[in-house]
């Protein structure tokens, strides 16, 4: 079989002691490949999954072959997880994988999907509602290789024959119980009856989409990012084409670190949100928030509850308050929007979370409802759920790193300066 490798680098050898996977050992040994194998010991099967480990860990002590084995628990995590077995092991084998790439054990991951693997891919994404960067199927990605992905089911059985490569089976390849196993016995079964190169023609549109995918994610909106947060301006969105629309929002998931599980109706839903009111929001998986704020639509992580809290003022005191400390500090010149007159604070004012019932007096301006004074300047609804006010009754005098009230203000008549210092934690 024609593959194609990495010109340096360790290659970590994913083998289960199928015949795939063994397979792509044998191909990598007769390439002259710096390999290491990888099992993983899924804890599905009981005492056959322990068997097939020990098939591999024997071949490769016959070969001479640096052998890491790794047992995880799939049944007992996916009941914690409530996640099906397939995705569960998936997932856990990931985090090995990502593990020893992170760690520089190896350069790569080799894994041994074929074309017939890939078109069950395309075929079961479809069936979940994909779009075009589904299709895409099977893909190399950084730190890992597939080796195999154009050699087909009876290629690797050919080989396999030919070489006299031992392998073990899989009880669980021929259960219908498995999503990928029902597609693979029962569909394809039906559809290689009509169409016996269906694998060559889902490797063509996934080659086709890729080319689709790599083009429209060349020409997707700017990200903006401000402290972890992402955002998008709408004006950009505005005239933005549909699907590039949606590219940008996958584009803001995977810098957030998020490249699985995000479906259409995801994308909709936030499409949805631009033409709602200011301030609307949706929940998104992985705990991201997408909220249109003004001109923006921002993307950002659920904090959750806010703490409440209301305590006596105390100039000499450090206050910590949603990530941020808070200290007065004691100055030579007027700072805006933090200097004040300590005299002037009332000796019943506390510093407590903002209410709605709050009143402001802007400095040197009007008296209004503090929220909005803060609609005024434009500050998101989030951000004023993490304000700390120093207030006297329903009297704001100080909206904690960002205004002061013109009733604590420095004049002529004040003879020590203050000014509040906020930092983040």
């Known amino acids: 079989m024609d593959i194609i490798l990495p010109v340096y680098g360790k290659i970590g050898v994913a083998v289960s ?8 050992l044998h191909c990598l040994i007769e390439k002259g490949a710096d390999i290491i194998v990888i099992n993983i010991e ?4 009981g005492a056959q999954s322990k068997k097939d480990s020990d098939f591999v860990a024997s071949f490769c002590l016959k070969k001479n072959i640096p052998f890491m084995p790794f047992a995880v628990n799939t049944i007992e995590e996916s009941k914690k997880t409530k996640e099906s077995i397939e995705l569960c092991a998936r997932r856990l084998r990931y985090e090995i994988f990502d593990k020893l790439l992170m760690q520089k054990t190896v350069d790569y991951i080799a894994l041994a999907h074929h074309a017939d693997d890939n078109a069950e891919t395309i075929l079961m994404r479809i069936l979940r509602g994909t779009g075009i960067r589904g299709l895409k199927g099977i893909r190399d990605r950084q730190g890992f290789i597939h080796p195999l992905i154009n050699c087909s089911r009876k290629q ?3 080989y396999v024959k030919l070489n006299n490569i031992p392998y073990v089976n899989d009880a669980t390849n021929f259960s219908d119980e498995y999503t990928r196993n029902f597609l693979r016995n029962k569909v394809f079964a039906a559809i290689k009856e009509r169409f016996d190169n269906y694998a060559e023609s889902f490797s063509r549109l996934s080659q086709n989409a890729f080319e689709a995918d790599e083009f429209i994610s060349m020409n997707v909106l700017p990200v903006h990012e401000n ?3 992402y955002y998008i301006e709408l004006k950009d969105l505005q005239k933005a084409h549909g699907i590039v629309k949606k590219y940008t929002y996958l584009k803001v998931f995977e810098n957030m670190g998020i490249y699985q599980d995000i479906e259409l109706k995801h994308l909709d839903y936030i499409n949805e949100l631009i033409t709602k009111e200011n301030n609307s929001s949706i929940n998104l998986p992985f705990g991201i928030m997408a909220i249109k704020e003004y001109d923006k639509l921002v993307f950002c992580r659920d ?6 809290i209301c305590l006596p003022f105390d100039l000499t005191k450090t206050y910590v308050f949603c990530d941020s400390k808070y200290r007065f500090v004691k100055g030579d010149k007027v700072l805006k929007g933090i200097s004040f007159d300590a005299e002037k604070i009332p000796k019943d004012a506390v510093l407590r979370n903002k209410r709605d019932g ?3 007096k802007r400095y040197g301006g009007g008296t209004k409802k503090l929220n909005d004074y803060l609609t005024d300047i434009k500050m998101p609804y989030r951000h004023r759920r993490k304000l700390l006010v120093l207030a006297s009754g329903d009297q704001a005098l100080m909206i904690c790193g960002v205004e002061i009230s013109d009733k604590i ?8 300066i203050y000014y509040i210092n906020k930092e983040t934690l």
Do not use: N, V, Y
């Open 17 to 24: 002691g199928g015949m795939d996977s063994m397979a792509l």
């Open 42 to 45: 899924h804890g599905i099967r």
């Open 156 to 158: 690797i059985e050919e």
């Open 227 to 229: 402290q972890g947060e």
């Open 303 to 308: 904090e959750g509850p806010i703490e409440d």
């Open 358 to 360: 709050d009143i402001f």
């Open 409 to 416: 203000k420095i004049d002529e008549k004040t003879k020590e």
